[in-house]
């Protein structure tokens, strides 16, 4: 075969660009790319919602992908705090967890312990939105598995006992609990950004 003829019947890889620009998707071009994660998985499951809500449709199958992609967000957002805690934490070795963990009760325990004592200006009351989400996540689908698959381990049906979730007030409240945390996050980064700026004027 001729090169030619082999770049003709060349086909692009899975994870490859096209022409058609507006398709492609950049990765990889933020120091810190974490961000990029977080946000995306909550602005898919608001997609969803918002289709759902328009449509009137597919309810009964996006469910599953709406509550995964918002807990998985939150996941990941309490995961981001703690990192970023830690970092302003005097003894950051007290507060040991396992990064693996998708416990959500355990994860935000150990966030919520830390952001108090590196930010003295909140209250437990500051982080309602956030128990409660965490709260029922964590009693309906602890492993963050049911609503990834239909069957336990055991053979068993996931969410067992569940019969209905309104994705609008579902979203409503996550997106509360979400909103809370990226203010955490934000003045987490202030308060590194603080301490930088006067490790830099020390010398």
């Not at 019947?9 to 998707?25: V, Y």
Request: proline share 3%; net charge neutral; aromatic share 8%.
């Amino acid at each position: 075969m001729s090169r030619k003829n082999r770049r003709k019947d060349a086909r692009p890889g899975l994870l490859a660009s096209g022409s058609d620009w507006h398709n492609n998707a950049c990765l990889n071009y933020m120091p810190d790319h974490g961000t990029a994660y977080t946000e995306g998985y909550r602005r898919a499951a608001e997609i969803l919602i918002r289709h759902i809500d328009g449509s009137g449709r597919d309810q009964d199958f996006l469910v599953y992908p709406v509550v995964f992609l918002y807990r998985h967000h939150i996941e990941l957002l309490i995961k981001q705090i703690i990192a970023l805690a830690l970092r302003l934490a005097d003894e950051p070795e007290k507060y040991a967890y396992k990064k693996d963990d998708h416990n959500l009760n355990s994860l935000w325990s150990v966030a919520q312990r830390l952001v108090m004592e590196v930010d003295d200006s909140y209250r437990p009351s500051d982080f309602r939105p956030v128990k409660e989400v965490v709260k029922e996540l964590h009693l309906t689908d602890q492993r963050a598995t049911d609503f990834r698959y239909a069957r336990k381990n055991d053979g068993t049906r996931s969410l067992e006992g569940v019969r209905y979730i309104n994705s609008r007030l579902f979203g409503e409240k996550m997106g509360a609990a979400s909103d809370c945390l990226d203010g955490i996050d934000n003045s987490l980064r202030c308060l590194l950004e603080r301490d930088a700026d006067m490790r830099a004027d020390i010398g």
